[in-house]
T-cell receptor, first 117, second 108 residues
Framework: DAGITQSPRYKITETGRQVTLMCHQT?????MFWYRQDLGHGLRLIYY???????DKGEVPDGYVVSRSKTENFPLTLESATRSQTSVYFC????????????????FGPGTRLTVL | LAKTTQPISMDSYEGQEVNITCSHN???????ITWYQQFPSQGPRFIIQ???TKVTNEVASLFIPADRKSSTLSLPRVSLSDTAVYYC?????????FGSGTKLNVKP
């Protein structure tokens, strides 16, 4: 049971470069999410997707782009990275139709630690 | 948006019961209350969920009063391994807001 994976786990880039973080889940969950967690703070939702080809903004979408051509993948792209985007990025998935664990339970990946120099 | 408010941090000792309260004044009729636990360098994981009154599972209890404007996560007899950040999340249709969480520090 592979679950949900993220790659890379660590990334260092420079200001202005484009970066893509990958997220892959094997459960065929309909919903997928991207959060960022800054040092010592809670999680803030960047984007989410209710199904393939359906995405919507969260709290902090500026500077990020997402796509979801396949149910299992949900890449997050930083079009022109800035230092303020240094953070840990978590991907999650959920399936509102499943009851195990609770309604709309989100299952999180291990995170990607991104540093923008 | 049903934002949540929790204490920033709490201290406890091993063996004690810990209660963490979350305020969610703008909760909607169809929203559920869900609690997650996060250890350092890991993603959050589901603990418990409820709609009203009391829910209990093998790790925690969740108390929700009739007006549902708050909820209390109860951890019985905590151990050092319960040291983590606990998030209260109000879940509704396309509503996902984690908030800042409560950092629980369990001391020996």
């Amino acid at each position: 049971d592979a679950g949900i994976t993220q790659s890379p786990r660590y990334k260092i880039t420079e200001t202005g470069r484009q970066v893509t973080l990958m997220c892959h889940q094997t459960w065929s969950h309909s919903y997928m999410f991207w959060y960022r967690q800054d040092l010592g703070h809670g999680l803030r939702l960047i984007y989410y997707s209710a199904a393939a080809d359906i995405t919507d903004k969260g709290e902090v979408p500026d500077g990020y782009v997402v796509s979801r051509s396949k149910t299992e993948n949900f890449p997050l792209t930083l079009e022109s990275a800035t230092r303020s985007q240094t953070s840990v990025y978590f991907c999650a998935s959920s399936d509102p139709l499943r009851r195990s664990g609770g309604k709309d339970t989100q299952y999180f990946g291990p995170g990607t630690r991104l540093t923008v120099l | 948006l049903a934002k949540t408010t929790q204490p920033i941090s709490m201290d406890s000792y091993e063996g004690q019961e810990v209660n963490i309260t979350c305020s969610h004044n703008n909760i909607a009729t169809n929203d559920y209350i869900t609690w997650y636990q996060q250890f350092p360098s890991q993603g959050p994981r589901f603990i418990i969920q409820g709609y009203k009154t009391k829910v209990t599972n093998e790790v925690a209890s969740l108390f929700i009063p009739a007006d549902r404007k708050s909820s209390t996560l109860s951890l019985p007899r905590v151990s050092l391994s319960d040291t983590a950040v606990y998030y209260c999340l109000v879940v509704g249709f396309n509503k996902f807001y984690f908030g800042s969480g409560t950092k629980l520090n369990v001391k020996p």
